[in-house]
């Protein structure tokens, strides 16, 4: 869009008819000057001579310095109205010392489009054609007047309408796509503010998601490990050995997994092995860290899948056997792997179960159904009192 607009506003962001001003600027002169040196060289006093240019050159200083500044940068009703009733007295005083001086129309009819509206400018601009034609009545007499000017002034003044009304339709067309620009630019900007405030909120949720998936979960099996050590400090030492290694081997592993999250790279525990081996590094964890007994059955083609997919796969694996250790009082957990047209996870508990419909307070259920989305796939939940089954399917 910033192509399209420098092409219809010109690159210096004005309208695309003033990056052509210029032009206007150069024919200007060149009818004011050749009109002053045109005079200067007729059969006239000295007196009317220099009538007629030094009124030409004020108009000149009048357009310069005021009238200009209304075309190209102010656009100020009153001010266009003020430069043009300036610019038809000069030019009724030029008429007047030398009719020859009406050649003038054809800078100052321009002028009048530019700087009025098309209703108004179109009154003015008959009226100024009729200056040469009242000024020979005055001088003459009718018959002159009817005899020289009359089939000239009807043509000029036709001509200078139809010219002026296309100069103005340029300039509204103009006008209106500057404004249609600038309501494109504004557009794309709140477009643009839309768009990161978007990119904030994923990002947040997938941080969130991330968070609650591997150091929440990491920080909650460290709790548990030190509670289970604490508690045999004073009987069985080995045992509190064998807690207080296992907590410190989950530090570690916690300490990857947020350097991993922070460097935006796969899981930590996919770095080191397959997705087989740290699905079975999981179950091996629950099974040393709790009395659940734990198995992982993998069927079909053992392909490498794409990274992507192998972090949800991950992942829903952690959240599920999160909730079974956490909330469900399973004694047993099975998980079982199938890739073929597809990968569909199955984790399986006889816990207690629970009602799907209310468990979407927190990142747990809804991370894996969100992550699954993301990658096109489908999770449903099956839950009662014989137990839970989580089933995962996502499309290779």
């Not at 096109?376 to 137990?387: A, D, F, I, K």
Request: proline share 3%; with cysteine; hydrophobic share 45%.
């Amino acid at each position: 869009m910033d192509e399209q607009a420098e092409r219809l506003t010109g690159t210096s962001g004005k309208d695309a008819w003033l990056r052509w001003y210029s032009v206007w600027d150069i024919y200007f002169a060149v009818g004011f000057v050749s009109l002053i040196i045109f005079v200067s060289l007729e059969d006239n006093p000295v007196g009317t001579k220099l009538g007629v240019a030094g009124t030409l050159l004020a108009m000149a200083i009048w357009y310069a310095g005021y009238g200009r500044a209304h075309i190209t940068e102010v656009r100020s009703v009153a001010r266009g109205r003020i430069f043009i009733a300036g610019l038809m007295v000069l030019l009724v005083a030029a008429v007047v010392f030398d009719g020859t001086a009406s050649f003038v129309l054809f800078a100052a009819i321009p002028m009048a489009f530019m700087s009025l509206d098309l209703k108004e400018a179109i009154p003015v601009v008959i009226l100024a054609n009729l200056v040469p034609a009242t000024a020979v009545l005055l001088r003459d007499g009718p018959s002159t007047m009817f005899e020289v000017f009359g089939p000239g002034t009807i043509f000029t003044t036709v001509f200078a309408v139809t010219i002026g009304t296309w100069i103005h339709r340029v300039i509204t067309q103009s006008e209106e796509r500057a404004e249609l620009i600038t309501a494109l630019e504004e557009s794309r900007e709140e477009n643009d503010r839309l768009s990161r405030e978007a990119g904030m909120a994923d990002e947040r949720a997938r941080l969130a998601a991330e968070i609650h998936d591997t150091l929440a979960q990491g920080f909650t099996s460290l709790v548990t490990l030190v509670q289970a050590a604490e508690s045999e400090l004073d009987g069985d030492t080995e045992k509190a050995r064998r807690h207080l290694a296992l907590a410190a081997r989950t530090a570690r592993e916690n300490l990857s997994e947020a350097r991993a999250l922070v460097a935006g790279l796969a899981p930590s525990a996919l770095g080191t092995g397959s997705l087989d081996d740290a699905i079975r590094r999981q179950v091996d964890r629950l099974v040393e860290e709790t009395t659940i007994e734990a198995e992982y059955l993998a069927e079909g083609d053992r392909q490498e899948l794409p990274t992507v997919l192998e972090v949800v796969l991950l992942r829903a694996v952690q959240e599920s056997l999160t909730n079974a250790r956490k909330h469900s009082g399973a004694r047993r957990v099975s998980i079982c792997l199938r890739v073929a047209e597809s990968a569909l996870l199955r984790v399986t508990d006889d816990g207690s179960g629970f009602d799907p419909a209310t468990a979407f307070d927190g990142y747990g259920l809804s991370g894996m159904r969100n992550r699954a989305e993301q990658v096109g796939g489908s999770l449903v939940v099956h839950s009662g009192p014989e137990g839970t089954t989580v089933e995962l399917e996502v499309p290779l």
